[in-house]
């Protein structure tokens, strides 16, 4: 009887070692209300229709860049794109233009859920993120999403770890987001989206 409680006892504590190493004490939790997504949707899954996306998604990360540069929070830099809401519309429909069709775009501003997604060494929880949804024509072909703030989008000049931490991000976010530890590292990301749940259905 001694020797199974021993056992019990030994498990539990072997539990909670592996938990409070993944549990998010120190604010990783935050780290869905720091970033902006970019979703642009293609019209349908054609090799025409996908091309266009690309360049879509190209018009709106260079017209972006100068919007949110120098911006030094997420706060800031959703303000700036509701402020350009309409500016960003019309450079899609321009680059839609100029490549020859005439899809109308929709362009919206919210919450969107994504899946775990990698970028580079950058590795990013599923979870509800804010997100700058671009839905070209029927909006039923594949889609393509990234990063828009921190700028961690195709062609990021800087290393990712850099440029998190100029966007606010603590270090305890940035190295969730970075450090690839096996198992644990899978633990903690169940357990910070579990909890990001949590806190979203009250």
Same mark, same amino acid.
């Given at each position: 009887m001694k020797f199974r +409680?021993?056992?019990i006892f030994t498990s539990l504590v072997l539990l909670m070692t592996v938990c409070s190493a +993944? !549990?998010?004490v120190n604010g990783e939790v935050g780290l869905y209300d720091k970033l902006i997504r970019l979703h642009v949707l293609a019209n349908s899954d054609s090799e025409e229709d996908q091309a !266009?996306? !690309?360049k879509v998604r190209d018009a709106v990360l260079a017209y972006t860049e100068d919007i949110v540069s120098g911006c030094k929070d997420v706060t800031q830099a959703k303000a700036a794109i509701e402020n350009s809401k309409n500016e960003i519309q019309k450079v899609c429909e321009k680059t839609?233009?100029?490549e020859g069709y005439d899809y109308p775009v929709s362009i919206q501003l919210g919450m969107e859920k994504y899946p775990e997604k990698s970028y580079g060494s950058v590795t990013l929880p599923s979870g509800d993120?804010?997100?700058v949804r671009v839905m070209i024509g029927e909006a039923e072909g594949h889609n393509w999403w990234c990063v828009l703030f921190p700028p961690l989008?195709?062609?990021a000049a800087k290393d990712g770890r850099a440029v998190m931490k100029e966007a606010g991000l603590t270090k305890n976010e940035v190295d969730v987001l970075t450090e690839n530890d096996g198992d644990k590292y899978v633990l903690k990301f169940r357990i910070i989206e579990f909890f990001r749940r949590a806190f979203s259905s009250k």
């Amino acid at each position: 009887m001694k020797f199974r +409680a021993l056992i019990i006892f030994t498990s539990l504590v072997l539990l909670m070692t592996v938990c409070s190493a +993944a !549990l998010p004490v120190n604010g990783e939790v935050g780290l869905y209300d720091k970033l902006i997504r970019l979703h642009v949707l293609a019209n349908s899954d054609s090799e025409e229709d996908q091309a !266009l996306k !690309l360049k879509v998604r190209d018009a709106v990360l260079a017209y972006t860049e100068d919007i949110v540069s120098g911006c030094k929070d997420v706060t800031q830099a959703k303000a700036a794109i509701e402020n350009s809401k309409n500016e960003i519309q019309k450079v899609c429909e321009k680059t839609v233009e100029d490549e020859g069709y005439d899809y109308p775009v929709s362009i919206q501003l919210g919450m969107e859920k994504y899946p775990e997604k990698s970028y580079g060494s950058v590795t990013l929880p599923s979870g509800d993120y804010y997100s700058v949804r671009v839905m070209i024509g029927e909006a039923e072909g594949h889609n393509w999403w990234c990063v828009l703030f921190p700028p961690l989008c195709v062609g990021a000049a800087k290393d990712g770890r850099a440029v998190m931490k100029e966007a606010g991000l603590t270090k305890n976010e940035v190295d969730v987001l970075t450090e690839n530890d096996g198992d644990k590292y899978v633990l903690k990301f169940r357990i910070i989206e579990f909890f990001r749940r949590a806190f979203s259905s009250k």
